[in-house]
């Protein structure tokens, strides 16, 4: 039987993000390129920034997508991924959080599981630890793809022979 109880309590990256980088680009247009990453929509988030600023798209935004890549769906990787997708939101204005899932009995119940969309269950962790990013009411990390998945869903799909506590953190 697996358990998700939701209190409020709450290995590949993409380079750091300067904020020169961003400063070039107005508000609405900043706002546009976080909309369009927030919803997937990867190609349209390089093209609007690539248009707003005249430059193109810096290694930070094009290598966005590749966050979401096979290669970081590996149990232990989940930290690393949610730095580079707060990194990235952050710094086109958005706020995201992280949040820290745990299982409510770590020693006896260490292992979590993700329920692919192909049907399959992927181990996102064996220590009893997982970290994701919240935004705007949807979780991102290696699992959802560039879209993210509502928060509920997101949970609804996370399981464990125990309990799993989440709690919002500063840091992954």
């Known amino acids: 039987m697996l358990y998700v109880v939701a209190p409020t309590l ?9 904020v020169s980088q961003v400063t070039g680009i107005t508000d609405s247009a900043r706002a546009k390129v976080l909309s369009h990453l927030a919803s997937g ?14 430059l193109k798209a810096p290694l930070w935004l094009t290598g ?13 990787s989940c930290q690393g991924v949610a730095r580079s997708i707060h990194s990235t939101f952050t710094q086109l204005g958005g706020r995201p959080e992280y949040v820290k899932l745990l299982t409510s009995d770590r020693e006896r119940f260490p292992n979590m599981i993700f329920k692919l969309d192909n049907g399959k269950d992927a181990n996102v962790s064996l220590n009893g630890f997982h970290v994701v990013v919240r935004m705007s009411g949807r979780a991102y990390d290696a699992y959802t793809g560039a879209s993210g998945l509502p928060w509920a869903e997101y949970l609804g799909r996370l ?11 500063e840091s992954p």
Do not use: D, M
């Open 10 to 18: 709450a290995q590949s990256s993409v380079p750091h993000i300067a």
């Open 41 to 54: 929509e990867w190609a349209k988030a390089i093209q609007a920034y690539e248009v707003a600023t005249g």
């Open 64 to 76: 966005f997508k590749a966050i979401f890549s096979a290669s970081n769906q590996l149990a232990g």
């Open 159 to 169: 399981g464990s022979r125990a309990p799993i506590l989440e709690q919002v953190a």
